[in-house]
């Protein structure tokens, strides 16, 4: 079955370590996204990619990295310099032809706690 | 800008009741207009979307949401709540004319419904 998977479910990060959380779609879809959620925020966007080899920041880009070598991945990586990291981080795609009638497809989330 | 907006951060509702989950939005232009449904540690999974054509658009699980162009809302609605409804509920707008800008999110409205 065709789907977004995220991986791991669950990540600890230590203070000043960098963390990378992966995300990988066999849906074909062009756009990938990744978004942060808080109790209470929302789902607030840090990062999309409609093309390899390039993305755009979204609203809370600093302490956070993104490549999109290859069309179904599009990792994540938590820096050091994201002060506040602990959160549930949500990873979608979409195709980019009528991107309006689809909406998101949606991967299961990564839990990330800083001990 | 595109902006969403879901005034009630929780609804409770007994069940069998009718349950309704507000949603208003600011586009410039027409919009795209989508629900989501998220279930704990889980992402998001699609309920219905507006495009065009009827303002009454039914979707997923009974669920169905009324577009009203000159309120700007878009409130979701079910005639009779089930406890497994239960769950974490968003809104989310782009404009249609907008490219491939990135869909945005309300906060979420926590929808209890009480057996």
């Known amino acids: 079955d065709g789907g977004i998977t995220q991986s791991p479910k669950y990540l600890f990060r230590k203070e000043g370590q960098n963390v990378t959380l992966s995300c990988e779609q066999n849906?074909?879809?062009?756009?990938m996204y990744w978004y942060r959620q808080d109790p209470g925020q929302g789902l607030r966007l840090i990062y999309y990619?409609?093309?390899?080899?390039?993305?755009q920041k979204g609203d809370i880009a600093e302490g956070y990295s993104v490549s999109r070598e290859k069309k179904e991945s599009f990792p994540l990586t938590v820096t050091s310099a994201q002060k506040n990291p602990t959160a549930f981080y949500l990873c979608a795609s979409t195709p980019l032809t009528a991107p309006g009638d689809y909406g998101y497809t949606f991967g299961s989330g990564t839990r990330l706690t800083v001990v | 800008a595109q902006s969403v907006a879901q005034p009630e951060d929780q609804v409770n509702v007994a069940e069998g009741n009718p349950l309704t989950v507000k949603c208003t939005y600011s586009?410039?232009?027409?919009?795209?207009l989508f629900w989501y449904v998220q279930y704990p540690n889980r992402g998001l999974q699609f309920l219905l979307k507006?495009?065009?054509?009827?303002?009454l658009v039914k979707g997923s699980y009974g669920f169905e949401a009324e577009f009203n162009k000159s309120q700007t809302s878009f409130h979701l609605k079910k005639p009779s709540a089930l406890v497994s409804d239960s769950a974490l509920y968003f809104c989310?707008?782009?404009?249609?004319?907008?490219?491939?800008?990135?869909?945005?999110f309300g906060k979420g409205t926590r929808l209890s419904v009480i057996a």
């Open positions: 507006y495009i065009t054509g009827d303002n």
């Open positions: 990619s409609q093309i390899v080899n390039d993305f």
């Open positions: 586009v410039s232009g027409n919009p795209y």
């Open positions: 849906l074909n879809h062009d756009a």
């Open positions: 989310a707008v782009r404009a249609l004319n907008s490219g491939n800008t990135p869909l945005v």
